[in-house]
């Protein structure tokens, strides 16, 4: 079992920048991606980035290459997502989740939720105009 709790999430204003923390703990050994998710009011869950757990191989969606960054420490302890440059539709509940132990999927299935094990309780940021 591993759990994820989620920090880091607030209102700024369009154009700022915020740092989402995830704190990792149990059974992180064998978990081989990770990454962070979000969900606006009526839409589906998207993958934002994921991170590969050995290697560091990062994967971004579209709307957020070069504004957000996922990094994680080598102990697989914390991931982060620097978010820069925020937009208004980036306002949604950012979620943090891991694969299952063991799995390993390659891109684009990588990026399916479908394919993430455990999640964080999420947390809400707002981009105001």
């Known amino acids: 079992q591993v759990q994820l709790v989620e920090s880091g999430g607030g209102s700024v204003q369009a154009g700022g920048s915020l740092r989402l923390s995830c704190a990792a703990s149990g059974d992180t050994y064998g978990i081989h991606y990770m990454g962070w998710f979000r969900q606006a009011p009526g839409k589906e869950r998207e993958a934002v980035a994921v991170i590969y757990t050995n290697g560091g191989s990062t994967y971004y969606a579209d709307s957020v290459k070069g504004r957000f960054t996922i990094s994680q420490d080598n102990a697989k302890i914390t991931l982060d997502l620097q978010m820069n440059k925020l937009k208004p539709e980036d306002t949604a509940v950012y979620y943090c989740?891991?694969?299952?132990?063991?799995?390993?999927?390659?891109?684009?299935?990588?990026?399916?939720?479908?394919?993430?094990?455990?999640w964080g309780q999420g947390t809400q940021v707002t981009v105001t105009s």
């Open positions: 989740a891991t694969g299952e132990f063991g799995r390993w999927y390659s891109p684009p299935q990588v990026m399916n939720p479908r394919v993430f094990g455990y």
